[in-house]
């Protein structure tokens, strides 16, 4: 089992900045994926980022230039750097990470642009 925990969600004017960090712990052996996703209210999860093993990352279209995300070089934590933020960023985000062949999750955390 992986357990997942995220920090560093709250509200933040339009065009301002944000760091979300996930840190993973249990049996975090081999997290081959370890990505962020979004969902704001009535609208399904999304992709944000993601960062596999061996360094790769990708990105959403819609974040692409704003956001960063990073790994530790142990791979067990991940942060996102989100600058620019807009309205439409607003939603729960959550942790994910991948140990095939298990896909865990964390609680969330509320991110809020608004002015």
């Known amino acids: 089992q992986v357990q997942l925990v995220e920090s560093g969600g709250g509200l933040v004017q339009p065009g301002g900045s944000l760091r979300l960090s996930c840190a993973a712990s249990?049996?975090?052996?081999?997290?081959?994926?370890m990505a962020w996703y979004r969902q704001s209210p009535g609208k399904e999860r999304e992709f944000v980022a993601r960062?596999?093993?061996?360094?790769?990352?990708s990105y959403a279209d819609s974040v692409k230039g704003r956001f960063t995300i990073s790994r530790d070089y142990a791979g067990n934590s991940v942060a996102l750097q989100m600058n620019s933020l807009k309205p439409e960023d607003t939603a729960v985000y959550y942790c994910?990470?991948?140990?095939?062949?298990?896909?865990?999750w964390g609680q969330g955390t509320q991110v809020t642009v608004s002015s």
């Open positions: 994910n990470a991948v140990q095939l062949p298990f896909n865990y």
């Open positions: 249990g049996s975090i052996y081999n997290l081959l994926v």
């Open positions: 960062a596999i093993s061996g360094g790769s990352v």
